[in-house]
């Protein structure tokens, strides 16, 4: 019995979904009645409105024609109706002397005979009739405002519904990803000049493949593309890879998106780890301002928190060596004192790597460079073995230097307002660029024995990280170029 029910159970619970199923399609069927209602509707009204317009087009074609033939008729009538009132006022002219002439030639007085023929001869001479050209001066032949209308009433039969596009394919081949640009191109199976454009869309993922029906960024949409491929530029790639799709749309409608590809975006991404800043130090995001009032407020804050226990204690601090500071908490202890630096929150231990930093270059001081996460809380970078950098110092006068365990090389180049900073981890490369020149300022070469971690330091001023950026071409020539060559940083090393 028990089985029976669990069995009719199952049964009841199948045919209840059953018929949810149903009901949903039936829903989507009565949808699918009224849409295509007023599809229906709605492209009948645009049939009825080319034709109407073209109606319009051949009307105007045909009262443009008509014009013309009658302004043809209108001239040739005035020239051919001045032409014949000549040709009757000479006829005329000419009759009367004829008549005068006879009656002269018939007339018995002798007397006038001589003068009477001189007077005819020189109106002879000076008539009208002997003036005139016997030519008509327009012709009755309109043979030239024929129309043939075959060719067009054959391509009128030959009008159909506009057909939907043929579906693009993605040559992957012809794709390219570099210096943060995504060329995407396609092809047609078949030539269509009916085609006015075309979109693309594109979305961000971190899932290779097909997309997936829940997605975490949506689809971006670039619409009127004329050409068969399309670039994106000036991208920052903080995700795995780009996803690719593309339609091409006629004058009434789209056709079918093609297959999507998937385009990796290799680019070194990190964010700055709030939690190893100087607490005079303001961390938003990818960007850092020196906060004069951080140190403090911290300072308060612990004085609030204080307690009589022998780990805070005045005595056991003053014992208490910087070098042998405890390190146990999870990750690592904020910089301090004079350390006003901060690290990224990703490690470099494989690979070529590029970032970008945007810096006040009235800061007192500035650094960006490498260093290793065991980076001493109290060491400036450059000053130990564990750090390499490109420092700005403003105080007292303006210098720039590349340091390392405690030594220093003048750079003799201009300040940039952006420094680019290139890793090559197994090569053990470190190289610093103008960023909008690609001016090479300075290389270290070292041996990395740990992974390193982005650095920067920053007083009285302020900078901002620019990351998800790849190795730009140009700087990936140079170092091939420069590889084998003698390290430029012999004196700090």
């Known amino acids: 019995m028990g089985d029976q029910k669990e069995s009719l159970r199952k049964i009841t619970n199948t045919l209840a979904l059953k018929n949810e199923e149903i009901t949903n399609f039936i829903c989507c069927l009565k949808q699918n009645l009224e849409n295509l209602e007023a599809n229906s509707n709605r492209v009948q009204g645009d049939l009825e409105s080319e ?5 319009c087009v051949l009307d105007e074609l045909k009262e443009g024609m008509m014009t013309r033939i009658k302004q043809e008729r209108a001239s040739r009538t005035y020239e051919l109706q001045s032409q014949l009132s000549a040709c009757s006022k000479a006829l005329e002219s000419s009759e009367e002397l004829l008549e005068l002439a ?10 006038g005979f001589t003068q009477a023929a001189k007077d005819i001869k020189d109106s002879v001479t000076m008539a009208p009739a002997f003036r005139l050209s016997l030519k008509a001066k327009a012709s009755d032949n309109m043979s ?7 060719q067009e009433r054959e391509m009128l ?9 043929a579906t693009p394919e993605i040559q992957l081949s012809e794709c390219q990803v570099c210096d943060n640009t995504i060329t995407v191109a396609w092809t047609l199976a078949e030539p269509d000049n009916k085609i006015d454009h075309y979109i693309v869309e594109h979305r961000r993922t971190n899932h290779e493949g097909p997309p997936r029906i829940r997605e975490d960024y949506p689809w971006m949409v670039v619409e009127g593309i004329r050409e068969m491929e399309h670039t994106l530029t000036g991208l920052r790639f903080d995700t795995r890879y780009m996803t690719f799709r593309v339609k091409a749309c006629n004058k009434a409608v789209a056709g079918e998106f093609s297959e999507p590809i998937t385009l990796e975006t290799h680019a070194f991404l990190f964010k700055l780890d709030s939690g190893s800043a100087h607490q005079n130090l303001k961390v938003e995001d990818l960007s850092v301002e020196w906060d004069s009032s951080g140190g403090k407020i ?47 929150d990703t490690m470099i231990d494989a690979g070529q790597q590029y970032w970008e930093v945007r810096f ?31 420092h700005l110092n403003n105080w007292l006068q303006q210098s720039l230097t590349a340091k390392h365990n405690n030594k220093a090389r003048t750079l003799d180049c201009p300040i940039p307002d952006r420094i680019g900073v290139y890793c090559n981890y197994e090569e053990g490369t470190l190289s610093f660029y103008n960023s909008k020149t690609k001016q090479l300022m300075h290389t270290f070469k070292a041996k990395f024995q740990q992974p390193v971690v982005p650095a920067f330091m920053v007083w009285n001023g302020n900078f901002s990280v620019q990351t998800g950026l790849q190795v730009p071409s140009v700087v990936q020539s140079g170092q091939r170029k420069n590889s084998g060559t003698s390290s430029s940083n012999a004196s700090l090393t």
């Open 360 to 390: 006040d270059k009235e800061s007192k001081a500035f650094a960006v460079g490498v260093a290793l996460r065991s980076l001493g809380r109290f060491d400036q970078l450059g000053k130990s073995s564990a750090s390499w950098c490109i």
């Open 51 to 55: 034709f109407n317009s073209l109606h």
């Open 157 to 165: 039969r030959g009008i159909k519904f506009l057909p939907v596009p």
């Open 298 to 344: 911290q300072d308060i804050r612990k004085e609030k928190n204080r307690t009589n226990s022998p780990m805070h204690s005045p005595a056991r601090s003053a014992l208490m060596s910087p070098k042998r500071a405890p390190t146990a908490r999870v990750g690592r202890d904020r910089f301090t004192a004079e350390s006003y630096t901060v690290l990224a």
């Open 144 to 150: 030239h405002m024929m129309v043939d209308f075959s």
């Open 102 to 111: 006879n009656q002269t030639l018939c007339s018995s007085e002798t007397d």
